[in-house]
């Protein structure tokens, strides 16, 4: 039962489809990486229900949240605010 109640935030939370990036005007890069984003998300908010967040680089448990997205002269570019996005940040 364990498991199950740890995975349940998977169930109340939203998927967002990669088409709502789309449909906001941004590029087929930008829908990966926030694809990328969510997926991480997800995976961390796991580890954190499941007490499974595993040691870092520096020895200590740590999860981490990234969006990385390069334009053509590798000038990061940061994620839109977006309202979509506030369930999962709430689980963390």
């Known amino acids: 039962e364990s498991l199950t109640s740890a995975l349940q935030w998977a169930y109340a939370v939203e998927e967002i489809p990669r088409q709502h990036w789309l449909e906001r005007g941004h590029d087929e890069d ?4 926030m694809e990328n984003l969510l997926s991480s998300m997800e995976e961390s908010i ?24 390069q334009d053509e002269v590798e000038n990061y570019i940061h994620a839109d605010q977006d309202e979509t996005l506030m369930p999962y940040w709430k689980e963390l």
Do not use: Q
């Not at 680089?57 to 981490?64: A, D, Q, R, T, V």
């Open 30 to 33: 930008y829908a990966d990486a």
């Open 46 to 69: 796991k580890d954190l229900r499941m007490g499974t967040v595993s040691d870092s680089e520096f020895g200590e448990n740590m999860i981490k949240i990234e969006f990385i997205l």
